[in-house]
């Protein structure tokens, strides 16, 4: 089956990415909404402008469009975006990331529904803990944004592995932190997985903090060989 997928750089939706290729499906495009509202109720807006990178990693064309990221009003930018994609690429389904949100799958569903293309969620309700002990495995994945008790400065930038996983249970625990970030807890950019030619080398970035929450900024980065 050829498919599209959306991608916003975060975990999420490159795995999704990833399991469905090891399905045996075809990606012929990827579609990334940059929304400039950081509360789009839809869309991750950090660092968006950097999944040009991974769709040249991935050898996989990017349709991009930007939104104001209002409630609602943002769907129209997604709509607009798959359909300047069909006009282009061949493609019966759409792969989305999205793991719990009802409002973000039921709002997919009715887009596509419309336009007659199949919503594919290969991570839907799967168990949050394994979801990402797994993902963390074959990528290499930043948190570039915190926002939730618990997450503090020091997250920022990191990398998640065995450590900073115990830490996610342990917030988990305490706090109720979603252990994959799905209440907007945290977000996260992958640099790294088994599905880039290349992988992408941070070599500038800040870190914007607010008090109770911040942002990793990407302020450059590139591809690079793998080691």
Same mark, same amino acid.
């Given at each position: 089956?050829?498919?599209?997928?959306?991608?916003?750089?975060?975990?999420?939706? $490159?795995?999704?990415?990833?399991?469905?290729?090891?399905?045996?499906?075809?990606?012929?495009?990827?579609?990334?909404?940059?929304?400039?509202?950081?509360?789009?109720?839809? #869309?991750?807006? *950090?660092?968006?402008? #950097?999944?040009?990178?991974?769709?040249?990693?991935?050898?996989?064309?990017?349709?991009?469009? &930007?939104?104001?990221?209002?409630?609602?009003?943002?769907?129209?930018?997604?709509?607009?975006?798959?359909?300047?994609?069909?006009?282009?690429?061949?493609?019966?389904?759409?792969?989305?990331?999205?793991?719990?949100?009802? *409002?973000?799958?039921?709002?997919?569903?009715?887009?596509?529904?419309?336009?007659?293309?199949?919503?594919?969620?290969?991570?839907?309700?799967?168990?949050?803990?394994?979801?990402?002990?797994?993902?963390?495995?074959?990528?290499?994945?930043?948190?570039?944004?915190?926002?939730?008790?618990?997450?503090?400065?020091?997250?920022?930038?990191? &990398?998640?592995?065995?450590?900073?996983?115990?830490?996610?249970?342990?917030?988990?625990?305490?706090?109720?932190?979603?252990?994959?970030?799905?209440?907007?807890?945290?977000?996260?950019? $992958?640099?790294?997985?088994?599905? #880039?030619? &290349?992988?992408?080398?941070?070599?500038?970035?800040?870190?914007?903090?607010?008090?109770? *929450?911040?942002? #990793?900024?990407?302020?450059?980065?590139?591809?690079?060989?793998?080691?």
């Amino acid at each position: 089956m050829k498919v599209a997928a959306l991608i916003s750089g975060g975990k999420d939706s $490159v795995y999704a990415i990833l399991k469905e290729i090891e399905k045996g499906d075809e990606v012929t495009c990827l579609i990334s909404i940059l929304p400039d509202n950081e509360e789009s109720y839809m #869309f991750h807006a *950090y660092n968006t402008r #950097f999944v040009s990178l991974i769709s040249e990693s991935m050898g996989i064309p990017l349709i991009t469009r &930007k939104s104001n990221g209002v409630k609602e009003e943002e769907l129209k930018d997604l709509k607009i975006a798959v359909t300047s994609a069909l006009k282009k690429y061949e493609f019966e389904g759409i792969v989305s990331g999205t793991i719990e949100s009802n *409002y973000q799958r039921d709002r997919l569903e009715d887009i596509f529904k419309d336009m007659r293309i199949e919503l594919i969620l290969p991570l839907w309700k799967k168990d949050p803990e394994l979801l990402l002990r797994n993902m963390y495995r074959v990528m290499d994945i930043i948190i570039v944004h915190v926002s939730a008790l618990g997450l503090d400065q020091s997250f920022l930038g990191k &990398k998640i592995d065995d450590d900073l996983f115990s830490m996610l249970k342990e917030l988990n625990t305490k706090y109720r932190v979603h252990i994959c970030g799905e209440g907007g807890e945290y977000e996260t950019f $992958v640099i790294d997985t088994t599905l #880039f030619n &290349k992988r992408i080398d941070i070599t500038d970035g800040i870190i914007k903090w607010n008090g109770s *929450y911040g942002t #990793f900024i990407i302020k450059n980065a590139r591809l690079v060989e793998k080691r």
